[in-house]
């Protein structure tokens, strides 16, 4: 599932022209975004906050068995790499 | 005043770093391999730097006005900018990022939420580790933060 600041109606344009079927959750409040140390200050393109990229693979129970929090916002797990971990759940 | 050939190289140079710079976030951004490392805009500000240098030779040869010298060294100089501003934003100001000590760690329980999905229904992590897909729990959940497009 993906998380961002973005408004439910720009992530419903995203998913329908990207033909995305997971779920896009909106917080742009940035309250989840916080609770995993996720804030990025005045990232934005307006200076509001935004998150800086992270991906959590949870097993079944909600514990993180793999994680990448990417020192460069360019650079992104790629999906081979989240394969494979899911693969040990 | 005597007609002078145009020194295309000095030009040509110029435009192609332009377009090694705008290409990256316009084209290579969209695949990976290009993306994580830019080395396809880096193999376009070589050849661009080569025929820069070709046109700053040619623009300084003795037998060329001094417009066209100031011409070459202004475009010159003006490619070497647009090269540090790639470098600069793909290389540093895209490391400037929160270092996130606090996010969840492996073995560790990711924290409870509850967020709006893209039809305005709540939908809280809780659920989707326990609703069923295709008849069978879930092995798990994958939760991409991103930055968004605002």
Not at chain 2, 95 to 106: E, F, Q, S, T, V
Not at chain 2, 132 to 146: D, H, Q, S
Request: aromatic letters at 12%; charged letters at 20%.
């Amino acid at each position: 599932m993906a998380i961002s600041v973005d408004s439910p109606d720009v992530s419903r344009d995203l998913c329908q022209k990207a033909g995305y079927t997971f779920p896009f959750l909106s917080d742009p409040k940035a309250e989840a975004i916080r609770r995993y140390d996720l804030l990025h200050p005045g990232a934005g393109i307006n200076g509001q906050d935004i998150a800086r990229p992270g991906e959590f693979l949870l097993d079944a129970g909600g514990t993180v068995r793999w994680v990448n929090l990417t020192e460069n916002y360019l650079v992104r797990a790629r999906p081979e790499q989240i394969l494979e971990a899911a693969k040990a759940l | 005043m005597r007609i002078q050939k145009l020194n295309w190289p000095i030009w040509v140079g110029l435009l192609l770093s332009v377009f090694a710079l705008v290409s990256y976030p316009f084209i290579f951004i969209r695949w990976p391999m290009t993306r994580d490392f830019p080395w396809a805009n880096l193999l376009l500000f070589g050849i661009a730097a080569v025929v820069v240098v070709v046109g700053v030779r040619r623009a300084f040869a003795g037998d060329r006005s001094r417009r066209s010298k100031i011409a070459g060294a202004i475009a010159a100089t003006l490619s070497g900018l647009i090269l540090a501003l790639f470098i600069f934003s793909v290389f540093i100001a895209a490391r400037w990022m929160p270092a996130a000590l606090g996010a969840p760690k492996i073995g560790q329980k990711a924290p409870e939420f509850s967020l709006n999905d893209t039809n305005g229904k709540p939908v809280a992590l809780s659920e989707l580790l326990s609703s069923p897909i295709n008849g069978k729990a879930p092995k798990g959940v994958l939760l991409v933060f991103y930055r968004g497009y605002w």
